[in-house]
C-alpha cells in the first residue's frame, strides 16, 4: 500500500478535512489499542495514518494562513 498524495488532500473542502482529521485521530487510537492488546496485524499502518494526518494538519495550517494573510490588519489601513 502506497503512502497517501498530497495532493488528494488539497481537493477536500473545509468541511470534509475537518472530519478527515477526526477520523484519521480514530483510526490512530484504534491501532495504539490494538498494539496494546496484541491483536495488530498492520503495524505499517501506524506510519500511513501518522503520514495521513501530519498531511491533513500541514493542509488545515495552510489554508488558515492564506485566510490570515487575506484579511488586512488596523495598522495596514
Given at each position: ?25 480514530k483510526k490512530l487510537f484504534d ?8 491483536r495488530l496485524e498492520t503495524p ?17 495550517r495552510e489554508r488558515e494562513l ?12
Amino acid at each position: 500500500m502506497a503512502l497517501p498524495k498530497i495532493q488528494e488532500v488539497r481537493e477536500l473542502s473545509d468541511e470534509e478535512l475537518s472530519s478527515e482529521i477526526v477520523a484519521t485521530k480514530k483510526k490512530l487510537f484504534d491501532l495504539r489499542f490494538q498494539q496494546a492488546t496484541r491483536r495488530l496485524e498492520t503495524p505499517h499502518q501506524f506510519k500511513h495514518m501518522r503520514h495521513r494526518l501530519a498531511q491533513l494538519l500541514t493542509i488545515e495550517r495552510e489554508r488558515e494562513l492564506a485566510i490570515e494573510s487575506s484579511v488586512p490588519t488596523q495598522e495596514e489601513e
